[in-house]
């Protein structure tokens, strides 16, 4: 009789071990994701805190405030530069002060030295510079097609 109790038991522990693997395997999986979530996170966290410090110092020495990081892409500005884009582009420089959105006496004014563009308007510049010659000129005639309809609701 000993033998048929000891079975049992030995079954009955089987299956209670066979039944609690089953329930937290998925515990164990999300406990190592969970895991691996942490440790990202702390490494995260270290190059942040190791930013700040960076910063910091720069502050105390420079004495001025850092610059954002979308500031520190400059963009680059050349007289020259804004002449041999309108010419690649084939286009006046009262078009592409239209693309720009200023004036044809501002683009002549910076392909001469005499100005230069503000903020906004280097972004614009750095955008028209991966632009085509049949990109800009659909884009001015968007362009003409948007003062035409303004006109026409004034009218």
């Known amino acids: 009789m000993p033998n048929i ?6 079954e009955i522990t089987r299956l209670a071990r066979r039944e609690t693997r ?12 969970f895991r691996k979530d942490i ?3 702390k490494r995260q966290n270290s190059k942040a805190h190791a930013e700040i410090v960076r ?3 720069q502050l105390l ?6 610059v954002a990081e979308a500031d520190t892409k400059k963009v680059r500005f050349t007289a020259a530069g804004v ?7 084939g286009i006046s420089a009262a078009d592409y002060g239209k693309l720009i959105g200023v004036t044809a006496h501002t683009v002549y004014k ?7 563009p503000r903020r906004a308007q280097l972004e614009a510049l750095a955008a028209l510079r991966g632009m085509g010659k049949t990109e800009a000129k659909a884009r001015l005639q ?14």
């Open 5 to 10: 109790a000891v079975m049992l038991k030995q």
């Open 22 to 33: 089953s329930l937290t395997k998925s515990l164990s999986k999300a406990s190592a994701q």
């Open 39 to 41: 440790a990202e996170l």
């Open 55 to 57: 910063l910091q110092r």
């Open 61 to 66: 020495k420079g004495g001025t405030a850092p």
């Open 83 to 89: 002449t041999s884009q309108r010419k690649r582009m």
């Open 110 to 116: 910076w392909q001469h030295g005499a100005a230069k």
């Open 142 to 155: 968007q362009l003409g097609a948007k003062a035409a309809a303004g006109r026409k609701k004034k009218g």
